[in-house]
């Protein structure tokens, strides 16, 4: 059974930091690209960064640029997120996904729907 499973989420005051992993299991996504997308209540699912399946790449949306670092561990089958600074409008369900096409070399920016596996989500609150 493929999973993505992810952790690390939880409550942190503004200004703080989080690192949130998404730990795969039933097959190797080293071959593909992985992001990290978010969801707040009442909003749609927006994408926040992306890492192409040889590490070499990274692209963040505008708002946590220099704020988070995605990275990956191919030989452990994991993608981390690190979240520093963070602000209010953070808040939000987070959820890692794997891109459907093996070993693209393309945009490392993929919508939702190039996501075949998605996992179920780990809540990052941050107060201010």
């Known amino acids: 059974q493929v999973q993505l499973v992810e952790s690390g989420g939880g409550l942190v005051q503004a200004g703080g930091s989080l690192r949130l992993s998404c730990a795969a299991s039933?097959?190797?996504?080293?071959?593909?690209?992985m992001g990290w997308f978010r969801q707040a209540p009442g909003k749609e699912r927006e994408f926040v960064a992306a890492?192409?399946?040889?590490?070499?790449?990274?692209y963040y949306t505008v708002s946590v640029k220099g704020r988070f670092t995605i990275s990956r561990d191919r030989a452990k089958n994991t993608v981390y997120l690190q979240m520093n600074s963070l602000k209010p409008e953070d808040t939000a369900v987070y959820y890692c996904?794997?891109?459907?096409?093996?070993?693209?070399?393309?945009?490392?920016?993929?919508?939702?729907?190039?996501?075949?596996?998605w996992g179920q989500g780990t809540q990052v609150t941050v107060s201010s």
């Open positions: 996904g794997a891109d459907r096409r093996l070993f693209y070399s393309g945009s490392v920016y993929s919508p939702p729907h190039e996501y075949n596996y």
């Open positions: 890492i192409s399946w040889s590490g070499g790449s990274t």
């Open positions: 039933g097959r190797t996504f080293s071959n593909v690209a």
